[in-house]
């Protein structure tokens, strides 16, 4: 029996730094692009196209779906939306809710992007470890629940047989890559660190409803080769 096939992706680079983060740069739109084409290389035709709620997840949908010759409409399912990673580090540094007194922060640093890195690890930490439950919209437990039921939703909605594409974000994947690894919060952390924007991670499920995970296997992580064959520039993470 032919298995079920979930291609997990994450979405083009966003707007990282600008007022409206959720958007797609050009470089982001042209990631889209090119994963489109070379889903189309590869033979992917789904049967279910399904995004988070993000406006940076419809664009990378779109913009891969026009490249791929894709004709089926995207689903929205909240459930594949990020967790708010604002509001995360506002609860680890109040004063961040300004990103203007969180950039010059970082600026004093001399070396912004590792402030920030850091910073972001140190936020990350106090969710996971769900201290202060009450300091946030969605506590780390929840968002793992969430993440948890849309793909139980998935599993049951794609034909047997059939291909699914789920254009998300690193926060969603890595909580699913997690629970298939029985991996703990430190696994979640460190394969979230590494996803690329439009990487593709992939699943195969050969029974359908996920109970412990049964039937649900990891087959790749992160594949980027579409955008690392001779375009290191390509390559983001944010």
């Not at 909605?157 to 890559?177: F, H, L, M």
């Not at 039937?215 to 520039?233: F, I, K, Q, Y």
Request: charged residues 20%; aromatic residues 6%.
């Amino acid at each position: 029996m032919t298995a079920t096939v979930i291609h997990l992706v994450r979405h083009g680079q966003a707007s990282w730094g600008k007022r409206e983060y959720d958007n797609l740069s050009p470089l982001g739109m042209r990631q889209g692009a090119i994963l489109g084409e070379a889903m189309t290389a590869r033979g992917v035709r789904p049967d279910l196209l399904v995004t988070g709620s993000m406006r940076r997840h419809e664009q990378t949908a779109q913009a891969a779906a026009v490249a791929a010759g894709w004709t089926l409409e995207a689903t929205p399912d909240p459930g594949f939306a990020e967790f708010d990673h604002m509001g995360v580090i506002a609860a680890h540094k109040p004063a961040y809710r300004s990103m203007v007194l969180m950039k010059a922060d970082l600026a004093r640093t001399f070396h912004p992007r590792v402030a920030f890195h850091d910073m972001f690890l140190s936020a990350m930490d106090r969710w996971t470890r769900g201290e202060h439950p009450g300091d946030y919209i969605e506590s780390f437990e929840a968002f793992c629940a969430r993440v948890d039921g849309a793909l139980e939703r998935l599993t049951t909605a794609v034909p047997d047989g059939g291909t699914a594409v789920v254009v998300t974000s690193a926060g969603v994947i890595s909580r699913i890559c997690a629970r298939l690894l029985s991996g703990p919060t430190d696994t979640w952390i460190a394969v979230n660190k590494v996803l690329v924007n439009t990487g593709v991670t992939t699943l195969e499920l050969a029974d359908h409803g996920l109970g412990d995970g049964h039937g649900l296997r990891l087959v790749t992580l992160n594949d980027h080769a579409h955008l690392s064959e001779g375009h290191a520039e390509l390559v983001t993470r944010r």
